[in-house]
């Protein structure tokens, strides 16, 4: 989900307000005192392992400053041995053009686009009408974003989040530009959710291969079963599900994880800006102001045409929505789960790995200034070939808390720590379970993910322009400090934690920062970045997070595409590979205008990296990937190498 509409405040269509924005304009947030003592404290901190680099008034580490000595004398030894280094490509340059540009020797070509069908029988998209609910429901959906290949008997299989919709795009066939009957707001729900297709090669492109047995649509209507602590609770029960166990559709999906017993796991977002009130007298509980419910909705109109999206007749629907779904990819018949013991919050992605002693562990953020950074962590144990069912059903929640001096903790979330009535209670009502607990408010948490190399977990933390200046939706405070180090923080970080003794089940961890993203050719105080940014990588709000298999972290942007004054020289949204050994980052990629770069999977032989390409023209200014006059396509892009090598 884009961001930078905050620096205009709304989009060319007029209306559009980020997610954020609209969250706040209707529940203004009070300024902030105080906050000034806080960066003092972060100013004392050095020498956290040796070597600590201090920018402007932050105190805090970079690149290799966190490494032990033996780990930097190993990354010299691996640079001598191979000269051109981990990053063997030529960094791509920053710019403005309205297509995908790769280093030399790598090509891209599109896999699937907005509206494209999945099956032969369906229409092919159409520019005049942008489709239809019939035509849409059988398609690819708008805005791709996180996504997983799952491997079956040889066959690719690509699960693939659809985020949201722009209307100005969705609807830009019309004057109005908005959905206007119940067939467009059929079309605009099935755009959403998630698209499970089967790719092949031919004739050395990836394609979608029409018909397959594989192939599932799964939109804003599928039926979805409620499991773990939340499931038949009070709060969760409808007129239409009055055993609060089954719920109809995920929407709003916005990072990914999967699991080792081959499920995709899919998170819902800013699942709240779909309901709307038709009592616009209706007094809005502190819950809803949290998550941001409210009377009215982002402009999808949903509950014109589905009155559970009517918050004054279904109070309870938006508690049913806000979670990690598990969905099996090479089961089409299946149901997908929602996993209410990750939480409720607005969840970007879930990282999971397992731990040295079996115990499963999903990292996850909650995309919005100054809320929290969670960790889940089974009862059980995974073995392989095991029973899996109950592994994401019971265990208990924490929230992070990171202190200045480079050490934090996992605080559990249970009734005892937060004075919540239950278990379920504080798996719906998440946010207020941190709250309690005092975690650590954050950057706008976004993607997380774990080096499968060493026990260590990295996490975007993409901008926040309230740090040090207005509390969260729950009135918690922002300071500046520890791994939120700058006051309106505009370009974004990356914090990386470490697990005490290797265990990511362990109760405490040390943490830096990999990077401290900035604009050196703009300013010289700690908004130029971390040593490891220059003019020849630099970019801002890093969000989509994803390790390779060489244990090289590929890092994707949704930020300010402006190319002006702070962002300057920065050009379009990109993609980037660092190497958490040395510290260096690297440009790899350029998307089109007014796009974001989300989503990246592998494939089976590691030769293609599948990459998605999200809102292109948002603002009305890209004719990605058509070119001429065409009408913006979020899409996923192959890339490969031009002699076929391995790409991560
Ligand atoms: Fe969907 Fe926080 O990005
Ligand atoms: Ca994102
Ligand atoms: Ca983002």
New binding site residues.
């Given amino acids: 989900?884009t961001?930078h509409h905050d620096h205009s405040g709304r989009s060319a269509a007029g209306d559009e307000l980020s997610f954020d924005a609209f969250d706040e304009s209707s529940d203004p947030r009070p300024e902030e005192t105080g906050f000034d003592l806080v960066v003092e404290e972060a100013v004392s901190r050095r020498g956290f392992l040796g070597g600590a680099v201090a920018v402007g008034t932050g105190a805090f580490l970079t690149g290799t400053a966190a490494l032990t000595v033996a780990d930097a004398r190993a990354a010299a030894r691996n640079a001598a041995r191979n000269a051109t280094g981990r990053l063997a490509f030529k960094a791509v340059a920053a710019g403005t053009d309205d297509t995908v540009t790769v280093p030399e020797g790598y090509r891209w070509h599109i896999v699937v686009r907005w509206g494209d069908p999945l099956w032969s029988g369906g229409k092919a998209f159409d520019p005049a009408t942008r489709g239809t609910g019939a035509s849409q429901e059988r398609a690819f959906g708008d805005n791709t974003?996180g996504m997983a290949l799952f491997m079956a008997g040889g066959r690719s299989i690509l699960a693939v989040n659809n985020?949201y919709t722009n209307r100005s795009i969705m609807y830009g066939m019309r004057d109005s530009m908005k959905p206007e009957n119940a067939d467009d707001v059929r079309k605009g729900k099935a755009a959403h959710g998630v698209s499970v297709m089967e790719v092949a090669q031919s004739g050395g492109k990836w394609q979608v291969v029409k018909d397959s047995p594989f192939n599932r649509r799964i939109t804003a209507d599928t039926p979805m079963e409620i499991t773990g602590p939340a499931a038949g609770h009070d709060l969760l029960k409808t007129k239409a599900d009055p055993a609060g166990r089954r719920s109809l559709g995920t929407w709003?999906n916005?990072?990914n994880g999967r699991t080792p017993w081959g499920t995709y796991l899919t998170c819902e977002?800013?699942f709240n800006g779909y309901f709307s009130s038709s009592d616009k007298a209706l007094a809005l509980s502190p819950a809803f102001r949290r998550y941001g419910i409210r009377h009215k909705d982002w402009g999808y109109a949903w509950a014109t045409a589905d009155e559970r999206f009517d918050i004054a007749k279904h109070p309870n629907e938006p508690n049913r929505a806000g979670y990690v779904v598990e969905i099996d990819p090479l089961d089409p018949a299946s149901t997908p789960k929602k996993r209410t013991a990750l939480g409720r919050i607005?969840h970007?992605n879930a990282e999971l790995v397992v731990a040295a002693n079996g115990r499963i562990v999903v990292y996850m953020?909650d995309?919005e200034r100054g809320e929290y950074l969670y960790r889940y962590v089974s009862d059980g144990v995974y073995a392989a070939g095991g029973n899996t069912g109950d592994l994401l059903d019971r265990g208990t929640l924490y929230a992070a808390r990171f202190n200045a001096d480079g050490t934090g903790e996992w605080l559990a979330l249970t009734p005892q720590t937060t004075g919540m009535a239950s278990r379920a209670e504080i798996c719906i009502h998440t946010r207020m379970a941190a709250s309690a607990v005092k975690a650590t408010t954050m950057d706008?948490p976004?993607w997380v993910a774990a080096n499968p190399h060493r026990a260590e977990a990295y996490c975007a933390l993409?901008n926040n322009k309230n740090r040090g200046k207005k509390p969260n939706a729950g009135g918690d405070a922002a300071p500046v400090g520890g791994p939120n180090p700058r006051a309106g923080n505009k370009y974004g970080q990356i914090v990386r934690w470490r697990p005490a003794n290797g265990d990511h089940t362990a109760k405490t961890f040390s943490w830096d920062l990999y990077v401290l993203a900035g604009n050196p050719a703009v300013h010289k105080d700690d908004r130029k970045g971390s040593d490891n940014v220059n003019p020849g990588n630099f970019f801002n709000s890093p969000?989509g997070l994803a390790f390779d298999s060489r244990g090289l972290l590929w890092i994707q942007t949704?930020g300010n595409y402006s190319n002006a004054g702070d962002f300057a020289g920065m050009g379009n949204n990109q993609m980037l590979i660092g190497d958490p050994a040395t510290g260096e980052i690297k440009r790899f990629l350029v998307g089109p205008k007014e796009c974001e770069i989300?989503g990246v999977a592998f494939s089976g032989d590691r030769r293609t990296v599948f990459v998605g390409v999200q809102h292109p023209g948002e603002r009305g200014n890209s004719h990605w990937p058509g070119g001429g006059d065409s009408v913006p396509r979020s899409a996923v892009i192959a890339i490969a190498r031009d002699d076929g090598g391995v790409i991560g």
């Fill in positions: 989900m961001d974003d985020e709003n916005c990072g977002e800013n607005k970007e953020g995309d706008r976004e993409t969000d949704d989300t």
